[in-house]
C-alpha cells in the first residue's frame, strides 16, 4: 500500500464515520422528538384530567356552600322568630303580672280607688315603682 491508498483509505473511512454518525444522529434525533412528543401528550393529558377534576370538586364545593349559606340564613331566621315569640310572651306575661299588682293594690285600697298614684304611662304597663315589705 502506497501513502495514497493509505490517505484515500483513510478519508474513505473519515467520511463513513461522519456519514454514520450524522446518520445515527438524524435516527436518535427523531426517536427523541418523538418521545418528547409522546411526553408532552401525555403531560397535557394530565393536566387536562386535572383540570377537569378540580372543575368537579369546584361545582360541588360551590353547591355545599350555597346550601350552607341558605341553611344558616333559615337556622337565623328560626332564631330570630323563636325570639320574638319569646319576647311576645314574656310582655304577655310581664302586663298579667302589672295588672295581678295593680289589681291586688285596688283591692288593698278599696274598690273604687285609682291605681298607685292614678299615674301610667299609656301603654298598659304600671310604671315601676318601690313597694313597702
Known sequence: MD???IATAL???LVGAA??????????????????????????EQVAASTQNARAVNARLQAEL????????????????EQRSSVTRLEGQ????????DR?????????????DGVTDGSGFALTRPFER
Do not use: C, D
Open 11 to 13: 478519508s474513505a473511512g
Open 19 to 44: 456519514l454514520g454518525a450524522a446518520v445515527t444522529w438524524r435516527v436518535i434525533g427523531s426517536r427523541a422528538a418523538a418521545r418528547h412528543a409522546r411526553l408532552v401528550a401525555a403531560a397535557r
Open 94 to 101: 310581664l302586663r298579667f303580672a302589672y295588672a295581678e299588682i
Open 3 to 5: 501513502v495514497m491508498g
Open 104 to 116: 291586688l293594690n285596688a283591692a288593698a285600697r278599696g274598690t273604687g280607688a285609682m291605681p298607685a
Open 66 to 81: 350555597e346550601k350552607e349559606k341558605l341553611s344558616a340564613r333559615e337556622r337565623q331566621a328560626a332564631f330570630a322568630a
